[in-house]
């Protein structure tokens, strides 16, 4: 369905043990979307809308992530070796933070 603003919208779309890899999306609008058992590596978002959404069982390896919101997000129980946020290494600053914190 196409929006006013020339964006495609795919609220609470449902996806469910699918093969995404390097799928891309332009001007699309997927809050609330929920991603269950999908690969999405070395897919491209470009401009998108995904705030609410739900991603689980998901592969995400080598995302690149530039000028996003990323107020409120979430990450747990999840494989972060070589993840980094503005070069910095996340698993040496949860190692830092639980040295810290003990």
Do not use: H, P
């Not at 609410?52 to 972060?80: C, P, Y």
């Amino acid at each position: 369905m196409a929006a006013g603003n020339g964006a495609v919208e795919w609220n609470q779309m449902k996806v469910k043990n699918a093969d995404m890899s390097g799928t891309s999306f332009t001007d699309v609008r997927l809050t609330g979307a929920t991603f269950r058992d999908v690969d999405l590596s070395g897919a491209v978002l470009d401009n998108c809308n995904l705030s609410g959404w739900k991603a689980e069982n998901v592969n995400l390896s080598k995302t690149r992530i530039n000028n996003a919101n990323l107020t409120g997000v979430a990450i747990t129980d999840s494989m972060i070796g070589g993840m980094t946020i503005d070069g910095i290494s996340v698993m040496d600053m949860l190692n830092a933070y639980r040295a810290a914190s003990s």
